[in-house]
């Protein structure tokens, strides 16, 4: 049985984690691609769960021998999606989440047509800044940070072949459960 490719993306606070683990706990096909990171772990994250945590040469021998589907540097720091894990992912009949900024988006989309590509929508800016703001894990200028960059990537919303604004938790869920069943 062949699994689907699910890319995620939307702006930082829109609920990307919330969906993805509400869905997880109602359908056990779903699975999120555990991205690689030249990263410190920050407190509480968790090898192999959060991220593969890889120094530096690791990276880039693996970026150099094909193995992510994209990566890019943010900060300084490599990430990448693994294709391994990836294809066991699709093997295994399972829905492969990749929750994804814009930028690798748009580059997973072209190497991987078959993907299905989802863009959560806030259901208002007002609405993101609330979830943004009752997280309270940010401070105040990575909050206006966040909402800066939300701007930019609402605007690539439309290349993405599906938008779900994500107001009701249980219906954008539902949403995505019809979408991988078509
Ligand atoms: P992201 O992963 O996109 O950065 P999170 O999943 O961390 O976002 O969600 C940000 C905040 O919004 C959290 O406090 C979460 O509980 C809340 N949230 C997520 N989805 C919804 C929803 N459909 N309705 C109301 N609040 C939501």
Redesign the pocket.
Same mark, same amino acid.
């Given at each position: 049985m062949d699994g689907r490719i699910l890319i995620l993306s939307?702006?930082?606070?829109?609920?990307?984690?919330?969906?993805?683990?509400?869905w997880r706990a109602r359908n056990p096909r779903v699975k999120r691609v555990v991205a690689y990171t030249t990263r410190a772990p920050r407190t509480g994250e968790t090898n192999g769960i959060d991220y593969h945590f890889v120094d530096r040469p690791t990276f880039d021998r693996m970026a150099a021998a094909g193995d992510f589907l994209e990566f890019k540097e943010v900060h300084g720091n490599g990430y990448a999606t693994p294709l391994r894990d990836l294809d066991a992912m699709l093997h295994q009949g399972l829905i492969a989440i990749l929750?994804i900024d814009v930028q690798g988006a748009l580059h997973a989309m072209n190497v991987r047509p078959d993907a299905l590509s989802v863009f959560?929508l806030p259901?208002s800016y007002e609405?993101l800044e609330?979830?943004?703001h009752? !997280?309270a894990s940010d401070s105040a200028a990575a909050i206006a940070l !966040?909402l800066q960059n939300a701007q930019e990537e609402l605007a690539a919303a439309p290349q993405y072949r599906h938008r779900i604004v994500?107001?009701?938790?249980?219906?954008?869920v539902q949403t995505l459960e019809d979408l991988v069943s078509e």
């Amino acid at each position: 049985m062949d699994g689907r490719i699910l890319i995620l993306s939307g702006p930082s606070g829109v609920g990307k984690d919330t969906v993805i683990d509400t869905w997880r706990a109602r359908n056990p096909r779903v699975k999120r691609v555990v991205a690689y990171t030249t990263r410190a772990p920050r407190t509480g994250e968790t090898n192999g769960i959060d991220y593969h945590f890889v120094d530096r040469p690791t990276f880039d021998r693996m970026a150099a021998a094909g193995d992510f589907l994209e990566f890019k540097e943010v900060h300084g720091n490599g990430y990448a999606t693994p294709l391994r894990d990836l294809d066991a992912m699709l093997h295994q009949g399972l829905i492969a989440i990749l929750k994804i900024d814009v930028q690798g988006a748009l580059h997973a989309m072209n190497v991987r047509p078959d993907a299905l590509s989802v863009f959560l929508l806030p259901p208002s800016y007002e609405e993101l800044e609330r979830r943004i703001h009752g !997280r309270a894990s940010d401070s105040a200028a990575a909050i206006a940070l !966040r909402l800066q960059n939300a701007q930019e990537e609402l605007a690539a919303a439309p290349q993405y072949r599906h938008r779900i604004v994500n107001d009701d938790l249980a219906a954008t869920v539902q949403t995505l459960e019809d979408l991988v069943s078509e």
